[in-house]
């Protein structure tokens, strides 16, 4: 019996599959840059001035781009660049980095137009702008009335990852605005393979990169298994359903996708919340008189509902999983096996997807 190992919250787990249930396993293709590429790429940053990282999130690609930009300040005798996190990623954050010369401090979002701040982002799909990067991150953290034009421009009711769509000009015109810089990184689970330095309105170029290099044909398959392959994209649920839109192309009409993400931070939108507890109806998302965070993703959740079933390993409340939001609870890798070859049959094949977040199925 194989062990596959799938990323769930900051381990991993296994899934015993037997090999005649095992159609195969994807992930992306090791093709990662070298250090001395790396330091190479980042000497187009003048930090000979005052400049401050703004992490967007706390990955290991985020950090080794610090790190990096960190050892050319020593080798160049420059001031090291002061750190900024949100508040509630500060203590992980300083935990991150062991040298005490280091300023790691909260981000404080009325800075938004310092001409000092280096946003750092790692590029992922994304199912409204077809691309998630530093400029759409800008944009739903702190333009409201941008996302609802982007979403009354939306393609559709079905998420459409790794498309060039109109949406992602909505971010473009936004970041246009101010002038800051942009460190976009695009990444494997084993290293960097693309990053790029500049304002986030031309950063997002490096879209091309992430597609030729994660885009795969995996056909149609009745089973999928998803894990999304890193901590950050599991930690909410909003957050980790990009990984079943990069994925449920490749599912067969009535299939059913099982995503592994812990959730810990629990649902992770307004529009999650809102839903769950009564607040929102599925009819004001059809024509929203405000925006409201994440209520693309609610959409399509319930959009993709018709075509397939969808269940969740997390440590979520089944009556959330379950009552709420018509999904398939489970407690753990075992449980969801023992539930596909109960229901679909003990010679039933999966496709297992161990990095969901950076591998775009159609």
């Known amino acids: 019996m194989p062990e596959i190992w799938l990323s769930y919250g900051a381990t991993e787990v296994v899934l015993d599959i037997r090999a005649e249930n095992l159609e195969r396993e994807i992930g992306p293709p090791a093709s990662n840059l070298g250090d001395s590429?790396?330091?190479?790429?980042?000497?187009?940053?003048?930090?000979?001035?005052?400049?401050?990282l703004v992490v967007l999130e706390s990955t290991r690609s985020v950090q080794k781009v610090i790190s990096s930009v960190l050892e050319i300040c020593d080798q160049k005798s420059f001031p090291k660049p002061r750190i900024l996190v949100d508040k509630s990623n500060l203590h992980s954050a300083k935990n991150m980095f062991s040298d005490p010369n280091i300023s790691i401090s909260g981000f404080d979002t009325a800075q938004l137009a310092s001409a000092n701040m280096m946003f750092i982002g790692e590029m992922?799909?994304?199912?409204?702008?077809?691309?998630?990067?530093?400029?759409?991150?800008?944009l739903r953290r702190f333009g409201q009335e941008g996302m609802l034009e982007a979403y009354e421009k939306k393609s559709g009711n079905l998420p459409h990852p790794g498309e060039d769509l109109p949406t992602i000009e909505v971010a473009k015109k936004f970041t246009d605005?101010?002038?800051?810089?942009?460190?976009?990184?695009?990444?494997?689970?084993?290293?960097?393979?693309?990053?790029?330095?500049?304002?986030?309105?031309?950063?997002?170029?490096?879209?091309k990169?992430?597609?030729?290099?994660?885009?795969?044909?995996?056909?149609?398959?009745?089973?999928?298994f998803i894990s999304t392959g890193k901590e950050t994209s599991n930690e909410t649920l909003d957050r980790s359903l990009s990984s079943l839109w990069n994925c449920a192309g490749a599912v067969k009409e009535q299939g059913f996708a099982i995503l592994l993400a812990e959730c810990k931070s629990g649902l992770g939108s307004d529009a999650l919340i809102q839903y769950v507890e009564g607040r929102m109806s599925l009819d004001r998302l059809k024509n929203p008189a405000r925006y409201v965070d994440g209520m693309e993703n609610l959409l399509y959740l319930t959009e993709i509902q018709k075509q397939l079933g969808v269940g969740l390993v997390s440590v979520l409340p089944?009556?959330?999983?379950?009552?709420?939001?018509?999904?398939?609870?489970?407690?753990?890798?075992?449980?969801?096996?023992?539930?596909?070859?109960?229901?679909?049959?003990?010679?039933?094949?999966?496709?297992?997807?161990?990095?969901?977040s950076r591998v775009l199925l159609r």
């Open 37 to 52: 590429e790396i330091s190479s790429r980042l000497q187009s940053i003048d930090l000979s001035k005052p400049t401050e």
């Open 124 to 138: 992922e799909f994304d199912g409204l702008f077809g691309y998630s990067t530093v400029a759409t991150k800008l």
């Open 177 to 207: 605005g101010f002038e800051i810089s942009a460190l976009e990184i695009v990444a494997s689970p084993s290293g960097i393979v693309d990053l790029s330095v500049g304002h986030p309105s031309s950063t997002m170029n490096l879209s």
């Open 209 to 224: 990169s992430l597609s030729s290099r994660t885009v795969g044909d995996a056909g149609r398959n009745k089973i999928l």
């Open 318 to 356: 089944h009556y959330y999983v379950q009552d709420k939001l018509a999904l398939v609870p489970f407690g753990g890798t075992k449980e969801s096996m023992e539930y596909v070859l109960k229901t679909y049959g003990e010679r039933q094949k999966a496709v297992i997807v161990s990095d969901g």
